[in-house]
């Protein structure tokens, strides 16, 4: 089974993206929202928040994502700490998600492959780029969120160039239409190539 990413800045239609590969038939797992399922139902990572954050990490025995996000994403080293607790439970539950799927290839939309160093974990990656300005005008619309707090996430991830160079793919979307045939593109590239392999 292959794995492809598919990675991308806040914003830049990761999600919107995956979902045109989804409609093609590619069995596709978001590691952000599975993340966010195990942060809120495992006793472990619960017990690690608290923790770390105090009880405030939970509201309600839900994940008080706010809080949260005012905490991390000023201070890469408490993000450092919260990624060791997360990522490897994210890990292995995709591990066993990936054993159930029979299609050529899956694909793991995550918001952090480069700034980890997870790359080799890949077969393929494809990052998603479009304007900042698109990009916080896109969040600030879904989120009802300000700028200040898009800014502060996008300045803890690679720029869009940085993770370009390490791609296999690129897909800029801007105009939708355009962005399902770089899908469509790709979708069949890959299904070729690992047809070979
Ligand atoms: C901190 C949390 C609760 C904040 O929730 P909130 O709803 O405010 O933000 P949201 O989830 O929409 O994320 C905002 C942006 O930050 C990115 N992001 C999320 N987690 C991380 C992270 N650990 N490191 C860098 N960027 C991240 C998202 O992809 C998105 O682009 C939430 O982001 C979270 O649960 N993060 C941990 C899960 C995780 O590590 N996800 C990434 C898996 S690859
Ligand atoms: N090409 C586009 N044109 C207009 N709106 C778009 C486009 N692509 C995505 N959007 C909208 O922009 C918002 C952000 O897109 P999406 O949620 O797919 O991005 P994301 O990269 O997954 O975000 P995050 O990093 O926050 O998880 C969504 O509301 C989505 O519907």
Same mark, same amino acid.
Do not use: C
């Given at each position: 089974?292959?794995?492809?990413?598919?990675?991308?800045?806040?914003?830049?239609?990761?999600?919107? #993206?995956?979902?045109?590969?989804?409609?093609?038939? #590619?069995?596709?797992?978001?590691?952000?929202?599975?993340?966010?399922?195990?942060?809120?139902?495992?006793?472990?990572?619960?017990?690690?928040?608290?923790?770390?954050?105090?009880?405030?990490?939970?509201?309600?025995?839900?994940?008080?994502?706010?809080?949260?996000?005012?905490?991390? &994403?000023?201070?890469?080293?408490?993000?450092?700490?919260?990624?060791? !607790?997360?990522?490897?439970?994210?890990?292995?539950?995709?591990?066993?998600?990936?054993?159930?799927?029979?299609?050529?290839? #899956?694909?793991?939309?995550? $918001? !952090?492959? &480069?700034?980890?160093?997870? $790359?080799?974990?890949?077969?393929?990656?494809?990052?998603?780029?479009?304007?900042?300005?698109?990009?916080?005008?896109?969040?600030?619309?879904?989120?009802?969120?300000?700028?200040?707090?898009?800014?502060?996430?996008?300045?803890?991830?690679?720029?869009?160039?940085?993770?370009?160079?390490?791609?296999? &793919?690129? !897909?800029?979307?801007?105009?939708?239409?355009?962005?399902?045939?770089? #899908?469509? !593109?790709?979708?069949?590239?890959?299904?070729?190539?690992? $047809?070979?392999?």
């Amino acid at each position: 089974m292959k794995i492809v990413g598919l990675t991308g800045g806040i914003g830049s239609g990761k999600t919107t #993206v995956a979902k045109m590969f989804q409609d093609l038939g #590619v069995p596709l797992y978001i590691a952000d929202e599975r993340a966010k399922i195990l942060m809120n139902t495992s006793k472990d990572i619960k017990k690690q928040l608290i923790t770390l954050f105090g009880d405030e990490a939970y509201n309600d025995k839900q994940l008080n994502r706010p809080f949260l996000a005012s905490k991390i &994403f000023k201070n890469p080293d408490l993000l450092k700490q919260m990624n060791a !607790i997360v990522h490897p439970k994210v890990g292995d539950d995709f591990t066993q998600w990936k054993g159930q799927q029979t299609a050529p290839y #899956v694909l793991k939309e995550a $918001a !952090i492959i &480069f700034e980890n160093d997870l $790359a080799s974990h890949y077969d393929f990656i494809i990052t998603v780029v479009a304007d900042l300005d698109q990009r916080l005008a896109r969040v600030m619309k879904r989120d009802s969120t300000t700028e200040d707090k898009i800014m502060a996430i996008v300045n803890n991830q690679l720029t869009d160039d940085e993770k370009a160079k390490q791609s296999d &793919f690129v !897909i800029t979307n801007h105009d939708l239409d355009q962005t399902k045939d770089q #899908v469509l !593109i790709i979708h069949q590239h890959l299904l070729q190539t690992f $047809a070979k392999n």
